[in-house]
């Protein structure tokens, strides 16, 4: 059996407490003792009952350096309750590397992996876009579709011009989310090409048209 500190071990029963204001001052005591067994306290910390907890663990999580936490948030389990607690500290690391993983969930079958990642990714901002505008290059519809949701959740006005192509895309999904994603950029550049989308063949996209210029309100809209 693995020795531990008598730190870790204290901490760690303190996890084990009926007082939440002692289990989430344990989370930033284990993060100064990064292992396996701390990893394993703080990743089920991030499903704690009391908000404060799970927001101190994912906190405590975010701010480890080590390579191995993101092994650890790469291999949990992606129950609705743990993945919401990773995609929120994934998001708080911001690291090109926690962006990649959670632009790869993007592409997961659960709607619940997707959409936290999605809002996650939003939370990240213009550091997301690159992740992004590679999934908005996906093969599959749907997670072309989610990525365009991401930009436009996440206001990533440098992505402009990749919504602008997503608005040709042969899904109509695809170019309904990239309609409803440069409404909420406000920028004038994607007035010629929600224009044209108002003669796209699809209804869900031409009905999204009017909503997104009136956004953008200017000028060259309203004309």
Known sequence: MKHLDTNIQQLLTARESHDPEVRKVSMWGLAAHPCEETFEALLD?????????????????????????????????????????????????????????????????????????SLALADVGGAAAPALEKALRHE????????AMALGRARICEAIGALITATKDLDASVRMEAVVAMAALHDDRAVPALVEALNDPEECVRQSVPVALGEIASESAIA
């Open 45 to 117: 910390g991030v499903r704690d009952i009391d908000a404060e907890v799970r927001e101190a663990a994912s906190d405590a999580l975010a701010e480890i350096t080590t390579p191995e936490v993101l092994t650890v948030l790469k291999e949990a389990p992606r129950d609705t309750v743990t993945w919401t607690g990773v995609a929120r500290t994934l998001a708080k690391m911001a690291t090109p590397e926690a962006v990649a993983m959670l632009g790869e969930a993007l592409h997961d079958s659960s709607s619940d992996v997707w959409t936290t990642a």
């Open 140 to 147: 599959a519809p749907s997670v072309r579709a989610r990525a």
